[in-house]
T-cell receptor, first 112, second 112 residues
C-alpha cells in the first residue's frame, strides 16, 4: 500500500529564516498532496495542497513543490514567524475513496 | 471545519468498557473519516464512510466499530478488544468526489 515518509521530524529555525519540510511517497498513482498544520492539542488545519498536474503552488509565504518523477514533494515557508511554530503533516491520496496517507509529522520551532 | 463537532473533548475508559465517541457535521459532506493520533506520530485511518449505511475499514480497524445511519453523524465505538486505546481521536469529512478533508476538534481518550 501507499507509504509516506516525512523529514525532518524536528526543525528549529530563527525568525525570518526559511523552513523546508520534505516528503516522499511510494505509490506513483498518488495525485493529491495536502499539507496540514496542527497546533498543540488542536485539530489539523489545511494550509496548502497540490495536485499531480501542477509542479508548484504558492500562497503568500507558503509554497509546495512536487516532483512526480522522484515521487517527492516539499513544503517551503519563507520569512518564518513564531506563530508558524506547530507540527506539520504531509499526506498523499490516490483519489480512491478519498483515503489520505499521512507522514509522521515535523515539529517546527521558530525562535524569536 | 467549524461545521464538524466532536464530543466529548476528554473521555475516560475503564478496563473492559466500551465507549462511543461522537462526530457530527453540518457541512452536507458525504464522506466521513476516523483517525487515531498517538504522540509524535502521524494520523492513522481507523474507518471511513463515503455514503450513508456504508463504511470501510482503514489501516487499524481492529478493536473499533462504527455506524453511519445518518449523513451528518459517524460515531466511533472503542471496544474492550482495543487493548491500547489511549490516543487523540480525530474525525474528518469531505465533499463527494473531493479529496480535501476537514477535521473536527478531536477527543482525547484516556484509560483509568
Amino acid at each position: 500500500g501507499e507509504n509516506v515518509e516525512q523529514h525532518p521530524s524536528t526543525l528549529s529555525v530563527q525568525e525570518g529564516d526559511s523552513a523546508v519540510i520534505k516528503c516522499t511517497y511510494s505509490d506513483s498513482a498518488s495525485n493529491y498532496f495536502p499539507w496540514y498544520k496542527q497546533e498543540l492539542g488542536k485539530r489539523p488545519q489545511l494550509i496548502i495542497d497540490i495536485r499531480s498536474n501542477v509542479g508548484e503552488k504558492k500562497d503568500q509565504r507558503i509554497a509546495v513543490t512536487l516532483n512526480k518523477t522522484a515521487k517527492h514533494f516539499s513544503l517551503h515557508i519563507t520569512e518564518t514567524q513564531p506563530e508558524d511554530s506547530a507540527v506539520y503533516f504531509c499526506a498523499a491520496s490516490i483519489n480512491q475513496g478519498g483515503k489520505l496517507i499521512f507522514g509522521q509529522g515535523t515539529e517546527l520551532s521558530v525562535k524569536p | 471545519d467549524g461545521g464538524i463537532t466532536q464530543s466529548p473533548k476528554y473521555l475516560f475508559r475503564k478496563e473492559g468498557q466500551n465507549v462511543t465517541l461522537s462526530c457530527e457535521q453540518n457541512l452536507n459532506h458525504d464522506a466521513m473519516y476516523w483517525y487515531r493520533q498517538d504522540p509524535g506520530q502521524g494520523l492513522r485511518l481507523i474507518y471511513y464512510s463515503q455514503i450513508v449505511n456504508d463504511f470501510q475499514k482503514g489501516d487499524i480497524a481492529e478493536g473499533y466499530s462504527v455506524s453511519r445511519e445518518k449523513k451528518e453523524s459517524f460515531p466511533l465505538t472503542v471496544t474492550s478488544a482495543q487493548k491500547n486505546p489511549t490516543a487523540f481521536y480525530l474525525c474528518a469529512s469531505s465533499e463527494q468526489g473531493q479529496e480535501t478533508q476537514y477535521f473536527g476538534p478531536g477527543t482525547r481518550l484516556l484509560v483509568l
